[in-house]
């Protein structure tokens, strides 16, 4: 018997139709669409035949905006309108911005910083936010339809505020995001499924603004990320400061304006990139008042520079190999991405760390947006036979709230598979306790002052109890995107309070650079600090108790043993607020041997209470 398909009058699908998704490479200098189109995917390019929009954003005076290559042509005369890189900013605070040295003028907002513009102050969520709505017009123009969604790239170390931001850009450019994708895991399901590769890989990807590394594991269609690592203050942009910087020195240019700098940066990128496949470059500049500039600049010597940055790179490659318990030469391949990876000495350094060629027959710049339409395609409902895969991305810093002594209680682990959901038990510090403030945190040292705070909230209505007896239940839920919510419930009562953590700015440039290598480097001050921390926690609970023991049950104390008691009560307290741990060890012993005998006593009392008047068969 033949079955037929039955749907609502004006309800059936064509066939083979497709829900139009589409992977975006959100990036520092340049950004891409592409799309799942006859089984592959593929770059869509724009009216001219471009595959790259330069993520750039002139605003002119009347209102008008010129985006992409019309934006470009004008940075050097136009600087402080000519948006580019925006991507640094995202998330991210004054202080932040300010360290970049671009010839924008920053101003200073709740949130995130913006900048100052002939059409007014501009947020980087609002710029991107116009970028991707180019990107999307080009996507539908190309595919001759509405889509029903993107898949964002986003660098594997954004946090949570870094990735609220790019959301809010493609919510604003009208795109329903399917989902944040790490970019190196973005890479890896490109060469993944292009190359049909099994084993570990390392995926180093060195963009305009941002470096990432992930190692992963594939295994028959799984994509396990292990581990992860990077740098969001180190891309491209800092190889064209550093020829800026040294053809400044050599020449002796002082009273640089904006324009200057500008047209400075873009001659050092041109030459940068001339030197991919030449042994010498010129670095050809015109400055204000009829300057130019004009230097010969080798390959040889361009290495020199670029070395240390480089080197930064293989450091936070070596951390990630580390994390995942992995010598280099365990990795069957090096994938590379973003177009700064082009740079021989980067390929050859990289080389030399793993002891294998690199892979780079994937475009570099076009393999993240490859590997996130193929993402795109499957969440939008388009899967078949063959793409039958799973992706296990990772967090790349701990997750954890804040306990007495200013203590950091990590619930989640870095390099943790995501999505995820873990929970934890913690109870009251005082009697009668009927609040709990909660202090949701981010890093890997054991000190909550040495982590970043990324959200406060309160949890009220708890019963009031002894101290200790409540039940807070704590839960921390990642989603796919990797952004944190945090729900807080008491278990007798039901009261809860929850947060979807939306933090006002990023991690600083030190903060993302040095998270884990201080939490390496600083392990065993830290051990001993949280055993501080910990030892005089306990000497004022102790003491708490004790004092409300003797308000209680004083009667039961002669006046010499009232006195010793007080005696020690008050040197623990005051052992409480030192520095040495062995000395507030030692009180608090003192203090629990001097009260043992008072413990039985009222031990006695109240069990003496409890059975006055009653008999013999009512207590059995």
């Known amino acids: ?101 671009v010839p924008y003028e920053f101003v200073d907002a709740p949130g995130m910083v913006r900048i100052r513009t002939v059409q007014g102050d501009k947020s980087p969520v609002e710029v991107s936010a116009q970028i991707l709505a180019t990107l999307r017009q080009q996507a539908e123009d190309a595919l001759g339809d509405d889509l029903v969604g993107a898949v964002i790239t986003v660098p594997a170390y954004f946090d949570d505020a870094q ?39 390392a995926v180093y990807d060195l963009g305009g603004g941002t470096f990432d590394i992930s190692i992963l594991r594939l295994s ?69 008042g009829g300057r130019t500039l004009a230097l010969a600049l080798t390959r040889d010597h361009f290495e020199t520079l670029a070395r240390p940055l480089v080197a930064r790179t293989l450091s936070s490659a ?47 710049d076009q393999v993240v947006a490859l590997g996130a339409a193929m993402q795109a395609n499957l969440l939008a409902g388009n899967r078949t036979a063959d793409d039958e895969w799973l992706l296990l991305d990772v967090i790349p810093l701990s997750l954890g709230l804040e306990t007495m002594g200013g203590l950091v209680e990590r619930v989640i682990g870095r390099n943790s598979t995501i999505p995820v959901a873990r929970a934890q038990e913690f109870t009251t510090f005082k009697d009668g306790q009927t609040a709990m403030a909660i202090h949701v945190v981010q890093g890997e040292r054991e000190l909550v002052s040495d982590c970043r705070s990324l959200a406060r909230f309160e949890l009220r209505g708890i019963p009031p109890m002894v101290a200790g007896a409540a039940r807070i239940r704590v839960t921390f839920q990642v989603d796919a995107d990797g952004l944190l919510s945090v729900t807080a419930r008491e278990q007798s009562s039901g009261v809860e309070a929850s947060i979807s953590v939306k933090p006002s700015y990023g991690l600083s440039d030190d903060e993302v650079a040095a998270m884990l290598a201080d939490g390496m480097n600083s392990a065993d001050v830290d051990m001993k600090l949280r055993a501080l921390r910990e030892q005089q926690v306990e000497a ?28 020690q009560l008050a040197r623990t307290a005051d052992a409480a607020a030192s520095d040495d741990s062995e000395t507030v060890r030692t009180q608090v012993e003192a203090l629990a041997q001097a009260t043992e005998d008072f413990a039985a006593r009222r031990m006695d009392r109240s069990i003496r209470q409890a059975l006055s008047g009653r008999r013999v068969d009512e207590i059995v």
């Open 318 to 364: 070596r951390r990630a190999l580390r994390d995942a318990s992995l010598a280099a030469d365990e990795v069957k391949g090096v994938v590379m991405v973003g177009g700064a990876t082009r740079m021989p000495i980067v390929r050859r350094m990289v080389a030399d760390l793993f002891g294998t060629e690199p892979l780079i027959n994937l475009d570099p």
């Open 1 to 101: 018997m033949a079955l037929l398909q039955i749907a609502e009058p004006g309800m059936s699908e064509a066939p083979h139709q497709r829900r139009l998704a589409v992977g975006i490479d959100l990036g520092t200098t340049n950004s891409l669409v592409a799309s799942v189109r006859s089984g592959a995917a593929e770059v869509l390019r724009d009216e001219e035949g471009h595959a790259l929009l330069p993520s750039a954003v002139r605003y002119l005076p009347g209102g008008d905006v010129r985006i992409g290559r019309k934006a470009l042509a004008a940075q050097a005369q136009d600087p402080h309108n000519t948006l580019v890189s925006v991507k640094r900013f995202m998330g991210r605070g004054l202080a932040d911005a300010e360290r970049l040295h």
């Open 220 to 288: 028959k269609g799984v994509f396990e990320v292990i581990a992860t690592g990077g740098d969001t203050a180190l891309g491209g942009d800092d190889f064209d400061a550093a020829i800026v910087a040294w053809a400044v020195n050599d020449r002796k240019l002082s009273e640089l304006r904006p324009e200057d700098q500008r047209a400075l940066l873009v001659a050092a990128r041109q030459a940068r990139e001339a030197l991919t496949d030449a042994p010498q470059a010129e670095l050809a500049a015109t400055l204000s």
């Open 163 to 201: 990735r609220q931001a790019t959301k809010d850009a493609a919510r604003l450019a009208g795109l329903n995001v399917l989902r944040l994708l790490n970019e190196p895991t973005a890479a890896a399901i490109a060469y993944g499924l292009d190359n049909a590769a099994e084993g570990i890989y």
């Open 540 to 567: 004022r609970r102790l003491v708490e108790s004790v004092e409300a023991a003797l308000q209680a049950d004083a009667d039961l104390l002669d006046p010499d043993e009232l006195a010793a008691i007080r005696a």
